[in-house]
């Protein structure tokens, strides 16, 4: 059994993550249980009904060559850590199940919430904008009182991991770099996969994370109507969003204008984006780098996807196809996220998702730490939504999730590293089993 030392920091700007606070104690890590008590005193909220600690909660069974292979802390989350979770009971959810499924409320999680409405950020009245921007600076000053960030200089050492405070935006953008860190086997990183993209749970994977921050948000404010907005960028031949009213105009140098709502924010892991370390900078807000962004700098990306390109990324009717990566053709999930042409399903090319990303350049280019702009929420927000188009289109379900053997993809596994434990196939359903649906907006 390995140590983890637990060492905590408060900084300005930390990370939310998914490691129960509860859950890193050296006793929970030794015993590799993470079942907390909820408020009528009994792990799991036991006594009341809620849940139950147990083994191996929808964790996929290893095989023989995962067993072999097995090394990288994230395989099979989160059995790496722990054998014993939760196991939440009816609408019951969260790491002691003391919280409710999203879409759910009440004492008792049996009330289904009105839908909140995610509308375009151009919707927005004035007022609005400027409620969405303080409650973003909000959150990324407001420390977790639940969750803790991992953090070490060496990923073969596990004795040198240690968690760290951190607060709410943070863990959005501290959950999406942890996840993108290549993965390590048998001593060696594999650069070509990583737990968030370049597979079949791409889509499900932020749809989570969204719906994760809204949440924290709508907890953080009291404000139960919150919804993250979206930015349409179809057609668009310059950002019209970044300016000092929206997101942010950039100075000549490529940072944030002083006057924007977001100029001195720092990057949560930037500065060094080692393959053998976790958020390195972590509590150090001098090594961390100010947002900056440059919108069409990139000599290959001089515009954002047209409305056509959205329309023949919707044309393709299977969710994914073999070899379910970022080299599969005639797949809806590939031609979205960006590794092929929408328009003949075949030729491999950077577009849709992925050419956002690389116009937007600065920190959305660095892609294990875009999350930390939030304009990546606005661009995630219009994925999603086209996402939710192709579910409502060709009426998929869970059982349309491929089956695969990439790690980290499969249907059953947990999608990395939310916790409690979500399988990545939940997620090809409405969003409105999920509490969210989305404005139309320039016809769609």
């Known amino acids: 059994m390995f140590t983890l030392c637990t060492f905590f920091t408060l900084f300005l700007g930390a ?7 509860l859950c890193t104690t050296s006793a929970a890590l030794q015993t590799k249980t993470c079942c907390p008590v909820w408020k009528d005193r009994s792990p799991c909220g036991s006594r009341s009904g809620r849940g139950q600690c147990r083994e191996g909660v929808i964790f996929t069974p290893l095989g023989a060559r995962r067993v072999r292979d097995f090394y990288d802390d994230r395989l099979d989350w989160p059995r790496f850590y722990y054998d014993r979770t939760c196991q939440c009971f009816r609408n019951y959810s969260g790491f002691n199940c003391g919280r409710c499924k999203y879409g759910f409320y009440g004492d008792k999680c049996d009330r289904k919430k009105k839908c909140v409405v995610r509308r375009e950020i151009r919707q927005l009245s004035f007022l609005e904008r400027k ?13 977790s009182d639940d969750f803790v960030i991992l953090s070490t200089g060496d990923r073969h050492f596990r004795d040198t ?3 760290l405070d951190a607060s709410i935006y943070d863990v959005f953008a501290w959950i999406h770099y942890y996840s993108m860190k290549p993965i390590l086997l048998n001593g060696t990183f594999d650069f070509s996969r990583n737990y968030a993209h370049q597979g079949s749970a791409f889509l499900g994977w932020h749809r989570l994370g969204l ?5 924290e948000i709508q907890r953080l404010t009291g404000d139960e109507d919150f919804a993250i907005p979206y930015y349409d960028w179809r057609g668009e031949k310059n950002c019209s969003i970044c300016t000092n009213d929206f997101l942010g105009a950039s100075n ?11 100029a001195f924010w720092k990057s949560i892991c930037s500065g060094y984006n080692y393959a053998d370390a976790y958020c390195q900078t972590a509590g150090d807000q001098c090594q961390m780098e100010r947002l900056h962004r440059k919108p069409g700098s990139d000599p290959q990306i001089k515009n954002l996807p047209t409305f056509q390109d959205v329309e023949d990324t919707l044309k393709w009717t ?10 599969a053709q005639r797949s809806f999930r590939n031609a979205l996220e960006g590794f092929l042409r929408p328009s003949d399903g075949t030729t491999l090319e950077y577009t849709m998702h ?6 937007f350049g600065g920190t959305m280019s660095q892609v294990p730490i875009s999350a930390n702009d939030p304009i990546f929420l606005l661009h995630h927000g219009f994925i999603d939504k086209i996402f939710q188009a192709w579910l409502q289109n060709y009426k998929a379900t869970p059982a349309d999730y491929p089956e695969n053997d ?4 499969g249907p059953d596994e947990c999608s990395t590293p939310y916790f409690p434990c979500y399988r990545n196939k939940d997620f090809l359903s409405s969003s409105t089993e999920l509490g969210y649906m989305y404005s139309e907006y320039q016809g769609m």
């Open 161 to 163: 991991y240690r968690f």
């Open 406 to 409: 990439e790690l980290g993809q």
């Open 211 to 215: 719906v994760f921050l809204e949440g």
């Open 318 to 327: 299977d969710f994914d196809t073999f070899p379910y990566d970022a080299s």
């Open 354 to 359: 992925n050419a956002v990303h690389l116009y």
């Open 131 to 143: 409620r969405f921007f303080s409650y973003l600076a909000l959150a990324k000053t407001t420390k």
């Open 252 to 262: 000549a140098q490529g940072f944030l204008d002083d006057d924007s709502h977001f």
């Open 15 to 21: 990370v939310y993550c998914q490691f129960p606070r």
